[in-house]
T-cell receptor
Framework: EPEVTQTPSHQVTQMGQEVILRCVPI?????FYWYRQILGQKVEFLVS????????KSEIFDDQFSVERPDGSNFTLKIRSTKLEDSAMYFC?????????????FGPGTRLTVT | AQSVTQLDSQVPVFEEAPVELRCNYS??????LFWYVQYPNQGLQLLLK??????LVKGINGFEAEFNKSQTSFHLRKPSVHISDTAEYFC?????????????FGRGTSLIVHP
């Protein structure tokens, strides 16, 4: 069964450093998403991406964040200068169509620890 | 704005016992409701969804949920749990009529099934 993969599973970085979280969505999917979950808190939407553009983003997704689909398979989330409060689990997801967003397939997540 | 409250952060239960995981939401417009499950070291997986029609919704793995509009609830139930049901469960709400399909998630409920 096709699945979304994410690398690395755990990333430790120092405050102020740049990090790139990587995701490989399901190959025929067109819509891509990033979410995060700070420990003990809710899963929060960050951004959605379609046709090489951001289609929607939340207030959390400020200028420190960017997304990119550098090739036909990867979808990345970059945090330019990490802060302690960026420590969280980051989930990537993909779906075939925007209207069936609820049939998003989620990856296993990357745990980001900022020290 | 919409919000989701999962009243229990952790629910311990013995194998073969029934279980109910509670979810309440708030929204000023009509909603779509969802339950996702996350097994250890895996991504979120859609368990079931309510879009319209019958308020009793059946999902995978023997789970079901009932949409109660007057109580703004969407509780998840299973009549007899297995050890393998041990996982994190997330309730989510979306209000497309409010302009966006993007879901709002609850904090999650950890279901722990004891032998």
């Amino acid at each position: 069964e096709p699945e979304v993969t994410q690398t690395p599973s755990h990333q430790v970085t120092q405050m102020g450093q740049e990090v790139i979280l990587r995701c490989v969505p399901i190959s025929n999917h067109l819509y891509f998403y990033w979410y995060r979950q700070i420990l003990g808190q809710k899963v929060e939407f960050l951004v959605s991406f379609y046709n090489n553009e951001i289609s929607e983003k939340s207030e959390i997704f400020d200028d420190q964040f960017s997304v990119e689909r550098p090739d036909g398979s990867n979808f990345t989330l970059k945090i330019r200068s990490t802060k302690l409060e960026d420590s969280a689990m980051y989930f990537c997801a993909s779906s075939e169509q925007d209207g069936s967003w609820y049939e998003q397939y989620f990856g296993p997540g990357t745990r980001l620890t900022v020290t | 704005a919409q919000s989701v409250t999962q009243l229990d952060s952790q629910v311990p239960v013995f194998e073969e016992a029934p279980v109910e995981l509670r979810c309440n939401y708030s929204s000023s417009v009509s909603v779509y409701l969802f339950w996702y499950v996350q097994y250890p070291n895996q991504g979120l997986q859609l368990l079931l969804k309510y879009l319209s029609g019958s308020t009793l919704v059946k999902g995978i793995n023997g789970f079901e949920a009932e949409f109660n509009k007057s109580q703004t609830s969407f509780h998840l139930r299973k009549p007899s749990v297995h050890i393998s049901d041990t996982a994190e469960y997330f309730c989510a709400v979306s209000s497309p009529s409010g302009g966006s399909y993007i879901p709002t998630f609850g904090r999650g409920t950890s279901l722990i099934v004891h032998p």
